[in-house]
């Protein structure tokens, strides 16, 4: 059982390339999510789905786009990366309602040069 | 709105020695969930603890223990004992009713066991 699945580990960019950051989790799970980890801030929602074809905004979704069209698989795009998009990206999946703990991928930690 | 406060930054014991991690949340919600994670320095998220808004029961599972407390708004997290493999990063998260597709989580508190 593979659970949350993130690819590439690591990344570096130069500012202004774009990327996509790979999501795909294998439990039938409806949430999805992106988080950012910065030094001192805790994970920050980015964007969110709550079931395929269906996004929505997090707490820092500027700079980034994504997508649902299947259940499986969440991408993250980052359309013009920039040096403050430096970060850890994390990848969760859980289940329906609000009492669903959070399985998260193994993390994407990006550098944009 | 939902929000999280983990005060301590950072938190440096002695092996064997007790610590309590602190969390006190916000939410306008009377269902809520509380949660907290652990991340060591592999970098992987693991969960540790899901507590629903209606039980007040404390919870001991071996040498962690967490307390409830809805009248203070916080969910606190003791290590008794600590060892070194207990070094990590630990948050604390909140989900509820209303925004229940989001999981909100607090800056984390670095804990550091020296032996």
Redesign the interface.
Known sequence: NAGVTQTPKFQVLKTGQSMTLQCAQDMNHEYMSWYRQDPGMGLRLIHYSVGAGITDQGEVPNGYNVSRSTTEDFPLRLLSAAPSQTSVYFCASRGQGPNTEAFFGQGTRLTVV | AQK?T?AQ?EISVVEKEDVTLDCVYETRDT???L?WYKQPPS???V?LI?R?SFDEQNEISGRYSWNFQKSTSSFNFTITASQVVDSAVY?C?L???E??????????TILRVKS
Do not use: H, I, W
Request: no cysteine.
């Open positions: 999280v983990q930054t269902t809520y969930y949660f970098g992987e998220l969960f899901r629903n948050f998260a989900s509820d009713g925004y229940g597709n989001k999981l909100v989580f607090g800056a984390g």
